[in-house]
């Protein structure tokens, strides 16, 4: 019992671990880009990774975690993201360096813009080193 105990302390710790390393892995080098990317869907539905080393890593983890029903994407690095879904498949996107409400700000405003009815945040973070 014991022995098993700290068998899954163990694997939690490591998970942990990892965890953190993902979450830190762009903040290594002050010059490195952290990139994000966000897949959204017809649906409202969507994926995200953020603090990626690239582009293409962040792009394709956000269709990943997906589930594979995203069709478009937006993408950032080294800044606050988010987007609104407005129905019928109408998005919008904003990104700022300043903080995560002008980023909602600028998001809910593209989606009006874009003919949203009714716009909502679903999605918003932060990626810097």
């Known amino acids: ?4 105990l700290r068998m899954a302390l163990c694997a939690v710790l490591l998970f942990m671990a990892s965890a953190v390393a993902v979450q830190a892995k ?3 080098d002050y010059y490195k880009k952290c990139w994000a990317g966000i897949a959204v869907g017809p649906e409202g539905e969507f994926g995200a990774m953020t603090h990626a080393f690239d582009k293409d890593e962040a792009v394709s983890g956000a269709f990943r975690s997906c589930g594979g029903t995203c069709n478009g994407h937006y993408w950032f690095f080294n ?3 988010a987007v609104a879904y407005g129905g019928d498949g109408v998005w919008g996107f904003g990104s700022t360096v300043r903080n995560i409400p002008r980023a909602r700000k600028k998001a809910i405003a593209d989606c009006i813009r874009n003919g949203g009815a009714a716009c909502g ?3 918003e973070a932060c990626s810097r080193p």
């Open 121 to 123: 945040i679903r999605f």
């Open 79 to 81: 800044r606050c993201g």
């Open 1 to 4: 019992m014991v022995g098993t």
């Open 26 to 28: 762009c903040t290594l």
